[in-house]
């Protein structure tokens, strides 16, 4: 009968870890959903105990996270999700107003977001009002980032400081100021939920301005230094989740509720006597959610280089800006405000995992998405101005593609036309 359990016999040590577990499973899910993970189960060929109890972490995950984004993704764009979900390609090009995009995905279904936004006023396409009107669109967004971005994962968000005027006591020309977004982003990404981390400042080296080269003035008061830094923001997400997950040591639901190891992360104690580690006082193994996920591959497969690591050791990097304009004046890459590979090569390396998916909602040139899928990430990127920057985008990605034998695989990509969505808050499944 479907509200019956089949009690599956596995003939080994994961007969009395389901048994142990079975109430906590009654708990958390239907009795159809026990019984595809226990079929799931059933059909793994493992050859260690510590290879189920992996495997059976991660269908159980698999299911935690269905029911979540079944409560919370409610009107999301099935056509998006399965070219988001596709297997096909490897960087995925979607065209529109990453706010309605964003709004229309999954929640929690991207593992890595890498971003520099458009800056206030910065560039022709990019224009508001005010810094106010600035913010509340940046917010809009971020909400949906906060929303979309898996749970205990991570944003590595690229801005500078700006000199402009902010348009909210007057728009002459004596209005305009140093405006640190550097400091407002924090603060908007601690008011949607995210926890600020770091601040890596990204030294640009020597810049074109001529100011003080000439110490035309040389007098008290006049002495204002050339702006040649950027920010580099890591942010966390650690929305508290209080679902009972699997002893990653003997994969037993039979876990007490431990404190929260940092305000959103909740943590657990293994209650299972027979557990292969316990402490000299008979206490379990204290884990997270993001510890499974983070000790789990601790591998030579994930190692990352010596050389990457020294290059981001301190909080003062240096490489430099994008070389966009040629001998003759020409700008060879289309793109007024090109992103470096070494901010996306950084995050991709150091905050993912091969096969998982990489997003930037303000991709610009694509270089996020490139650089996920160079080092085996689904790169997705989201642009809203098609008009200005499709030939040259393509331009880009038919290289890259065309010379993907140089990474030892194959790279395509594909494109989805969004531009063309309503702006609305709420759009129903279709």
């Known amino acids: 009968m479907a509200n019956e359990i089949e009690i599956i016999q ?14 906590y499973l009654k708990k958390q899910f239907s009795n159809e959903e026990i019984q595809e993970l226990l079929q799931s189960l059933k059909s ?34 099935s056509e998006l999700c399965r070219f988001i979900e596709s297997k096909k390609t490897q960087i995925k090009v979607i065209w529109g107003d990453c706010s309605q995009v964003l709004k229309r995905m999954k929640s929690e279904s991207v593992h890595l977001m890498v971003t520099s936004p458009p800056y206030y006023n910065a560039r022709e396409y990019s224009k ?14 971020l909400t949906e980032c906060y929303r979309v971005l898996d749970n205990h994962r991570v944003f590595v968000f690229n801005v500078g400081d700006i000199y402009d005027n902010d348009r909210l006591i007057t728009k002459s020309v004596w209005g305009k100021r140093r405006i640190p977004l550097g400091a407002y982003f924090i603060k908007l990404f601690e008011e949607v939920g995210f926890t600020f981390v770091d601040d890596f400042i990204w030294d640009k080296g020597e810049v074109q301005t001529q100011r003080h080269k000439h110490t035309n003035k040389p007098y008290p008061f006049y002495q204002y230094p050339v702006n040649c830094y950027e920010h580099i923001l890591i942010f966390h997400k650690h929305r508290l989740d209080k679902t009972r997950y699997p002893c990653p040591i003997c994969g037993c639901l039979k876990v007490n509720d431990n404190t929260q190891s ?5 943590s657990w104690e293994c209650d299972n006597e027979n557990c292969f580690v316990r402490s000299k006082s008979n206490r379990g193994k204290r884990f997270s959610l993001k510890t499974n996920v983070t000790q789990r591959h601790q591998t030579k497969e994930y190692m990352i280089s010596k ?9 003062i990097v240096n490489f430099p800006p994008v070389i966009k304009i040629n001998s003759k004046g020409e700008n060879i890459l289309g793109h007024t405000a090109p992103f470096p590979e070494d901010i996306p090569e950084m995050a991709t390396l150091f905050y993912t995992y091969s096969g998982e998916i990489v997003l930037d909602p303000f991709a610009g040139s694509f270089t996020t998405a490139i650089v996920a899928a160079k080092h085996n990430r689904i790169g997705i990127g989201i642009e809203l101005n098609k008009d200005l920057f499709h030939e040259s985008v393509l331009k880009i990605l038919k290289r890259v593609t065309s010379q993907s034998s140089l990474f030892d695989k194959t790279i395509k990509y594909a494109e989805l036309d969004l531009s063309n969505l309503p702006k609305t808050h709420r759009q129903k499944r279709r």
């Open 10 to 23: 596995f003939g080994n040590y994961f007969d009395d870890i389901i048994r142990i577990s079975m109430p």
């Open 44 to 77: 793994f060929q493992g050859n260690t105990i510590q290879q189920y109890v992996d495997y059976f972490d991660k269908i159980y995950c698999k299911l935690v996270k269905r029911q979540y984004q079944m409560k919370t993704s409610l009107y999301y764009d």
């Open 128 to 141: 508001w009002e005010n810094l106010n009107d600035y913010f509340l669109d940046m917010k809009e967004i």
């Open 262 to 266: 940092e305000i959103g992360l909740q």
């Open 307 to 315: 050389k990457l690591i020294e290059k981001w050791r301190r909080d």
